[in-house]
């Protein structure tokens, strides 16, 4: 288990980022210079905060309260770096055996082999990191970190270098490495797809603060804010407002739309008539249908993408004249339908899958 | 007033001396002596400032204070001032009415026109050069390998001996080779904080000098082929003894990680 609590002020950059994690992989999503390696190097000891607490598994890391920061060499803490930081002048099998030295020669055997074969790496122990490739070296890395056995595994970025082959085969790794570790894993990712692929529960950061902690699927189909939405790679926000609420869903008038958009409200979500709110869906949430209905609404189709996975569509929709609203949708392969620029059709918008924020 | 003194005396015993005229061979007195001389001091010169040079730039690239510059200045000034002027200051510092001078005084001790003159001098010069390599192979070693090192519990001291001093290696190297070679040719603060005496503080660039003065040519080649026997046999020695062994396996040092070599093997 760990908590975490911590504050950090640069010139020009504040951090203050709070959470806890109990056996689970957290993904740390967020833009450059979000204070998400900041939050990791807090963690490890490598950089101190101003205020705060951290604790592991019940055992203080910091208390600012106290005066206590303990040093990174004894915060039993495993850490991969980006650039995976392997000491170029050992080869894999020091690597790795250099956080056990103290044990004794059979006992270094013993982990260094078990964790070759686990990543994969069998037969590279001779190697020297300058002769492994890059997915090979950032194996080495996280066998290294994983070799005193530390409570905590900490990953920065550890996938962005590489190409996407090998970043999948890593990521399947790394989940995988759950079998047999069994501590807490934080993950800084600015991959969502990695992110959402791996862990159970994430934290989006943006400017030093978290705006969303949950689980992936909160954090993916109920965004808390227009930031966060963004980040999860949402691309249809509609400003509305609140024009009602009957049967557990909420009518909301987007001006833009024919008639008020009906959401379904989760959680005891407490709106109020006139209420201006935002109203978001996922483009792959939106579905192509034939006639107008309840939340069917028509438009024209503005531009059309083709990329690998399948056809993303820009539509405009016919609205009451307030005002232009767009939507994108994303359908998936070869079964999506294929229309022109200027085509009409309605787009289904089903209420469970819109989120007010 | 009394450095001065001092000092006018201390050249005007530089400069008599005897010097025979008679015939020299390698094996004589007048090449032997400052061969001797030379090699004693550059040894322990070199010494001295491989291990004062690597502490002063591991120092300074974990000092965070203020002064980091005033000191890196102070550093490498034996450097940037002419010979003589650094041996003008030692002179000052060793002398009878300098502070260091009058500490050893009262031990009994005078440093000035002796040998151990000799290596404070090449010491004293050769340092910045030993310092400024070894800072900058040090600053080339990324932080977060370190930064690695301490997360796995290595303490400070293992860090500096098993991943910062091995990865620095070549620099601390090159700059020990150049240590050496500018020990080995030190001339203005030497002879003015030792002097030129034979059998004494004379070492081999000051035998040429003065042996080239007098006329004798003969012996000042004699000497220039000695220091280059020695200068050259250092080198190699050293870089023998301490470079990488053949077929490389310290690999590229990657940034962002991509190994730069293209693996013959599945990723």
Redesign the interface.
Known sequence: MLEVNIQKSLPGFSLKAAFSIDREILAILGPSGSGKTMTLQSI???LRPDEGYIRLNGRELLDSADGLCL?????R???V?????????L?AYDNIA??IHHLDRREIDGRVDRLLHMMNLQDMGRR???????????RVAVA??LA?EPEVLLLDEPFS??DT??KE?LEDELLAIQQFYKGDVLFVTHDLDEAYKISSKMAVYEAGRILQLGSKQEVIEAPASRMVARLAGVRNLMEGVVDGIEDGQALVRVPGLEAPLRVALKNGACLRRNQPVTVGIRQECIAIVDCAGENAFPGRVERAVEDVAGISYRFQMQGDGAGECRLETSLPGKAAPVMRSGQACYLFLPPERLFII | MATGAAFRDSLATARIKPRGREESTLMSETILSPFWISLKTVLVATTITFFLGIAAARWIVGYQGRLKNIMNGLFILPLVLPPTVVGLGLLMLFGKHGPAGMLLGRLGASVVFSWPATVIAATTISFPLMYMTARGAFEQI?T??E?????????EWRIFW??TL??AWPGVLAGTILALARSLGEFGATLMLAGDIPGRTETIPMAIYFAVEAGDMHEALVLALVVLAIAFVSIVVISEVGGAPRGS?????????????T?E?E?
């Not at chain 1, 040093?71 to 915060?75: D, G, H």
């Not at chain 2, 396996?249 to 070599?261: D, E, I, P, Q, T």
């Open positions: 490890a000891g490598l040093p990174p060499q004894v915060r803490v495993g850490f770096f980006q650039n995976y930081a392997l000491f170029s002048h080869n250099f956080g020297y990191p300058g002769q492994l490739s890059a997915g090979q070296q950032q290294r970190a005193p270098a590489l082959l090998v085969r | 990324e977060s390998i930064n690695a090192a301490r997360t796995l519990g290595a303490s098993s991943v091995p990865l396996r310290y690999g590229v040092r990657s940034s962002k990680g991509k190994a730069h070599r693996p093997v990723p």
